[in-house]
């Protein structure tokens, strides 16, 4: 459900469409709520966003990621100024994978993450300054093994601890003043730029 106090807003429609397509491939008819859980984490949600939105950083942090996917095919696409963007990769050849290769981010603060016989879908949820809840809503498919099922669970709790920890040392620094600022990665934080621009334009900073 989404909502907005604009009363002169835009159709969501428009604004979602390149998420649709991005997912027209999933069969999402198929897929039944399974479980919900939710993580704190000590940093502002703008920061853990800007760490959904580039992908440079699993071959660092997400070991057991980096193990499911084919880093030389990882890409980031933006989709106008809607809010949209998307991460695609091909599986690696060596493994079989949790993941399927697609997460897609919705302005301000929702994304959905696809597996292989499933989907999550994440909320990034404010809860003050320094502060946020990550929610997530977990969808399989009927045939889809208990064993698949517990490996999807596994795989996202591990992904998003390591997440908590960077995110949560990247607070830290923004509020010890020590950084400042730095150039963005035309190639690797895209992504983050786009959101950048978001942010600013609907602050009133544009």
Known sequence: ?????????????GSVAPLDAAVEAVELASFRLHS???HPIACDWKVYVENYLEGYHVPALH?????EIDWN???????????????????SAEVNPVYGGLWAWLAPNAAI?????????ERMAPAGPG????????????????????????????????????????QR??????????RLSPRHENGVAAFQRW????????
């Not at 459900?1 to 159709?11: G, H, I, R, T």
């Not at 993450?113 to 879908?121: A, C, I, K, P, T």
């Not at 399989?140 to 995110?167: G, H, K, Y």
């Not at 620094?173 to 730095?182: E, F, K, P, T």
């Open 113 to 121: 993450n696809v597996y292989r016989n499933g989907m999550s879908l």
């Open 36 to 38: 919900r859980r939710s």
């Open 199 to 206: 942010w600013r334009k609907r602050a009133g900073c544009a």
């Open 63 to 67: 070991p057991s990621l980096r193990a």
């Open 131 to 170: 502060a946020m809840t990550v929610e997530y809503s977990f969808l399989f498919r009927d045939d889809a093994s208990n064993d698949e099922r517990a490996s999807a669970l596994a795989m996202c709790e591990q992904v998003t601890e390591e997440d908590r920890r960077i995110c949560e040392a990247v």
């Open 173 to 182: 620094n923004l509020s010890a003043g020590i950084y400042d600022r730095g």
């Open 1 to 13: 459900m989404f909502l907005n106090l604009d009363f002169e807003a835009a159709p969501l429609a």
């Open 73 to 91: 095919t990882y890409r980031v696409e933006v989709h106008g100024d809607d809010g949209v963007v998307t991460h695609h990769t091909a599986a």
